[in-house]
C-alpha cells in the first residue's frame, strides 16, 4: 500500500504518521465539510473513512516529523489555513470525490461524494522525489 505523511499543526500541538495515500481526498473533504483543528478533524474524516483515524494512529511518528516517506508528504495548518502538499503523482486540488469506504471497500449507495474546499484556505503543491540511496 502506498502512503504519505500527514503533518497537522494546530497552535502548540503537533502531529505526524502514516496514511494510505488513496485517503487524501478523505482528508481534503473533511476540511472542506468544516474542520477547523484537529479535534473537529476526526469526526469528520469518520464520516467518509472510518478506518483513517485508527490507521493514522498506529502509524504515529515518536515525534512529529516534516519529512516525506513513500508517495510524499502533506502538511496542514489549522491556524494558517494552509495545505502544502509534496507529491510526485497526486497534486492535491480544492475540488474533488471521496470515496466513502470502510478501509477495505466502498460502503452506502452514495460511495463518491463531490467537495469544494473554501476560498480562505491556501493551497500549495510541491513537487517530491523520494531520495532512492
Same mark, same amino acid.
Given at each position: 500500500?502506498?502512503?504519505?505523511?500527514? !503533518?497537522?499543526? %494546530?497552535?502548540? *500541538?503537533?502531529?505526524?504518521?502514516? !496514511?494510505?495515500?488513496?485517503?487524501? %481526498?478523505?482528508?481534503?473533504? /473533511?476540511? /472542506?465539510?468544516?474542520?477547523? @483543528?484537529?479535534?473537529?478533524?476526526?469526526?469528520?474524516? /469518520?464520516?467518509?473513512?472510518?478506518?483513517?483515524?485508527? #490507521? +493514522?494512529?498506529? @502509524?504515529?511518528?515518536?515525534?512529529?516529523?516534516?519529512?516525506?516517506?513513500?508517495?510524499?508528504?502533506?502538511?496542514?495548518?489549522?491556524?494558517? @489555513?494552509?495545505?502544502?502538499? +509534496? =507529491?510526485?503523482? =497526486?497534486? !492535491? &486540488? $480544492? *475540488?474533488?470525490? /471521496?470515496?466513502?469506504? @470502510?478501509?477495505?471497500? $466502498? !460502503?452506502? $449507495? *452514495?460511495?463518491? =461524494? &463531490?467537495?469544494?474546499?473554501?476560498? =480562505?484556505? #491556501?493551497?500549495? %503543491? #510541491? #513537487?517530491? *522525489?523520494?531520495?532512492?540511496?
Amino acid at each position: 500500500m502506498s502512503v504519505v505523511r500527514l !503533518v497537522m499543526l %494546530d497552535g502548540d *500541538e503537533a502531529v505526524s504518521g502514516l !496514511v494510505p495515500s488513496p485517503s487524501i %481526498d478523505s482528508i481534503l473533504s /473533511a476540511i /472542506a465539510r468544516g474542520a477547523t @483543528n484537529i479535534a473537529t478533524f476526526w469526526p469528520l474524516v /469518520a464520516e467518509i473513512d472510518s478506518g483513517l483515524r485508527e #490507521h +493514522f494512529e498506529s @502509524n504515529l511518528d515518536p515525534s512529529p516529523l516534516l519529512e516525506g516517506t513513500g508517495d510524499g508528504l502533506l502538511v496542514i495548518s489549522w491556524e494558517h @489555513n494552509c495545505i502544502e502538499s +509534496f =507529491q510526485e503523482y =497526486q497534486p !492535491v &486540488r $480544492a *475540488e474533488g470525490t /471521496a470515496r466513502r469506504h @470502510n478501509g477495505l471497500h $466502498a !460502503v452506502g $449507495a *452514495e460511495a463518491e =461524494q &463531490r467537495y469544494a474546499i473554501g476560498p =480562505q484556505w #491556501h493551497i500549495i %503543491d #510541491h #513537487h517530491f *522525489e523520494e531520495s532512492r540511496h
